[in-house]
């Protein structure tokens, strides 16, 4: 069942360490709200523009960093595990991510916006992947 | 006076959010301890390895978040910045930032390891610009 999903936004004008904060902040609203077991996260995708990919490094920083700060384990997956775990191809669209979360989960509407639907489709992959580990392990007869 | 200098170690076989953890705390310790007024940091250099590059990110979003998370201002200068404020050269190597930390501060000894002299390096920079932006103020009558 899906409790909540979202995106957490900032201030543009603010300088980065107070929109880290804002993230951070956010991440850590969320996790005590929901006191989750696990979170997922996705790897970074390594665009062409090295800058925006540093500032998402410093962004994935804050996002890990509030699970740290509050013993929360953290799996991580990158796009295209997330893409293929949920769509059957780590080529997928972001429409068909959102199509599929809202097929899987029976929601009534697609996640909005897409960032979002991402979010859910991260912890999908990791349901997924921890549920046919778990099969793995009990096939070969680990407790 | 240079109060304190030095580097942060982390477990290098702990998992990245622990590390970012260790980062982040151990900055919190010396931000406690000293109680200082700013923060200067220098910016990402943009090395070959992309990967290596965007880790970095994730290190100084930990680093800039143990600032706003403590209200404490962030000044960022470029690695060329601070090098050209140190030793005049934007080109500078690691041992000439040792050689000019030790003489402007006149220390007993080079600090090391030399990430620790780039720690200083980035202080005295901003310390030189501050004092030189002032200058510039209060010549075109400013108040």
Partial sequence: MLLECGVIRTTPSAPLPERLRQI????GDVIERHRPQ?????????????????LLGHTRGAVLLAAALRDLPVADYSPAEVKNSIVG??????????FMVKKLLRLRAVPSP??????????????????????????????
């Avoid at 665009?47 to 990919?53: A, E, F, I, L, Q």
């Avoid at 191809?89 to 959102?98: C, I, L, S, W």
């Avoid at 046919?132 to 007869?141: C, S």
Wanted: with cysteine; glycine share 10%; hydrophobic share 45%.
């Fill in 24 to 27: 951070h902040e956010g991440l």
């Fill in 38 to 54: 696990i979170m997922a996260v996705e790897d970074i995708f390594y665009g062409k523009n090295v800058r925006t990919t540093v």
């Fill in 89 to 98: 191809t780590g080529r997928a669209t972001k429409a068909q991510v959102q």
């Fill in 114 to 143: 897409s960032d979002a639907a991402d979010g859910v489709a991260a912890a999908l992959c990791h349901i997924n992947t921890a549920r046919f580990g778990d099969l793995a392990r009990r096939a070969v007869g680990t407790p």
